[in-house]
């Protein structure tokens, strides 16, 4: 799935996985309280496992909608729709990761 999700997409690996721990970054900023807990929340693998998860879910929705358009829309066009798509990544929480990653 994710071979598809770059080619909707047009973009290389290296963007991808930048466009991914960008969105993670502002996940993670939503659920911490400060600057030490944004450490924290950051580098708790599991919870990133978790939250990858939940993306590539996301992802599923955007390969499902987004296929038809493979070479027929620009770049630009398919992130803000790759945004849209994901953007109810947002809304989720695992409480008990959260909880783990602020014990770190």
């Not at 909707?8 to 911490?32: A, G, M, P």
């Not at 803000?80 to 008990?96: E, G, N, R």
Request: aromatic residues 14%.
């Amino acid at each position: 799935m994710k071979k598809q999700v770059l080619s909707i997409l047009q973009v290389n690996n290296d963007q991808y996985e930048q466009i991914v721990l960008d969105l993670y970054f502002k996940w993670c900023l939503s659920k911490s309280k400060n600057d030490k807990t944004l450490q924290k929340v950051l580098t708790c693998i599991p919870l990133f496992n978790w939250w990858y998860k939940q993306l590539q879910n996301l992802e599923r929705k955007f390969v499902y909608e987004g296929i038809a358009f493979v070479n027929h829309i620009n770049p630009e066009t398919a992130l803000d729709f790759y945004h849209s798509t994901t953007k109810d990544i947002m809304k989720l929480f695992s409480k008990p990761l959260i909880q783990h990653a602020y014990k770190q």
